[in-house]
Every structure is written in C-alpha cells, then in structure tokens.
T-cell receptor, first 116, second 116 residues
C-alpha cells in the first residue's frame, strides 16, 4: 500500500508553546490529507481536511486558529498546535488518499504529543 | 451521536479459531465501509473494505460481510493467529455517486487478543 510518514513521532513541550507536526506522502501525490486525533481508548476523530493550495476544512468544534493546517505541496501537510495546553495532549494521526486507490485512506504512524 | 458503533470493546479467541468483529452504523447515507487494524502508538493499517453494492468481500483470511437492511457489518478472521492481536476499527464514509465525501467516521474499536 501507499506510504505516509509523520514527523516527529513523539514530542513533549511546555504549556504555551507551539508544535508543528508534518505529514508526508512518500510515494504518491495527495491533493487531500486528513488530520485525526485519538484519545486513549477512543475512536479516531477527524479534525480537519487539508486541501493542497486552499484552506483546510475544519470539523465542528475544532478551533482553526488553534490547529493551523498548511498543505503547501502535493506531498506535505503540516498541523501546528498553537499555544498548546495539557488538554491538547493526544495522539495525532494524518492520512492521505492515494489517487491510485479508489477509496482507501492510508495513515501515517501518528505523533504522540504531551504538553506539560 | 455515534454514527458507527463497535459495541464490544474486546474479544479473545483461541489460535486457529474464527474471530468475528461486529460493527453497526446509523447513517443510511454511508455506502463504503472499511476495517483498519491498529497497534499501540501506530497509525491504522487498512485491511479490507466493502462497497454497499456488495454483501461480501474476501481477502485471504479476512472476510467482511455487510447487511444493509440491518445496518450491520462484520469482519471474520479465519484462522486467527496470534499476530492478529490488535485493535480493529470499523470506518464508514458516504461517497455517493457524485464523489460524495471522503470523510471517514470511525467506531471506537475492538481489541482482539488471539491466544496461542
């Protein structure tokens, strides 16, 4: 299947700082990427849909000024958690749809964010 | 309102036997369903999918059954192997005939343990 990478895999930061997470499609071009968040023992919750060259579409209840998404190229989307707080600590996962594959989304390995 | 439900948080089976994971959905607009496997601190890995025009899809040891009238799908793994131990997520989307939405709605997952 298609390969999606995320960086970093794990980050610990102080409250009030900003953290940037990168999501890359390694062997295909993705016009659309998705950002999810997963709390322990919970489902993956879609945060936003990232569209190359245009603004991201955020799900209801997700603050767009707090979770900044930039999809500057067909292989890279970034999620920046601004002014992070302990309640932002979570597992953040991105996915991308490979245009060679009709419906399957391929997921990155995830980023564990811990805000102290 | 949880549109995709996996009511069993965990399942334990003996190696070589069949594992049956269940998933129910409430949104009648869903027309594409997927199963993902996930290990701790990793992103989900796509397993198998089914379109609403089918009622069964098979791929090796994995078979997904869809009962549209009951809004129910199940994943059968046979024979089960210890390496199958993971959390399995059911996901659904409403793509429609005009492309629809690529957004995936996930269940909370079922933790499968296959005992040697």
């Amino acid at each position: 299947g298609a390969v999606v990478s995320q960086h970093p895999s794990r980050v610990i930061c102080k409250s009030g700082t900003s953290v940037k997470i990168e999501c890359r499609s390694l062997d295909f071009q993705a016009t659309t990427m998705f950002w999810y968040r997963q709390f322990p023992k919970q489902s993956l919750m879609l945060m936003a849909t990232s569209n190359e060259g245009s603004k991201a579409t955020y799900e209801q209840g997700v603050e767009k000024d707090k979770f900044l998404i930039n999809h500057a190229s067909l292989t890279l989307s970034t999620l920046t958690v601004t002014s992070a707080h302990p309640e932002d600590s979570s597992f953040y996962i991105c996915s991308a749809r490979d245009p060679r594959s009709y419906n399957e989304q391929f997921f990155g390995p995830g980023t564990r964010l811990t805000v102290l | 309102d949880q549109q995709v439900k996996q009511n069993s948080p965990s399942l334990s089976v003996q190696e070589g036997r069949i594992s049956i994971l269940n998933c129910d959905y409430t949104n009648s607009m869903f027309d594409y369903f997927l199963w993902y496997k996930k290990y701790p601190a990793e992103g989900p890995t796509f397993l198998i999918s089914i379109s609403s025009i089918k009622d069964k899809n098979e791929d090796g040891r994995f078979t997904v059954f869809l009962n549209k009238s009951a809004k129910h799908l199940s994943l059968h793994i046979v024979p089960s192997q210890p390496g199958d131990s993971a959390v399995y997520f059911c996901a659904a989307s409403a793509r429609g005939t005009q492309g629809g939405s690529e957004k995936l709605v996930f269940g909370k997952g079922t933790k499968l343990t296959v005992n040697p």
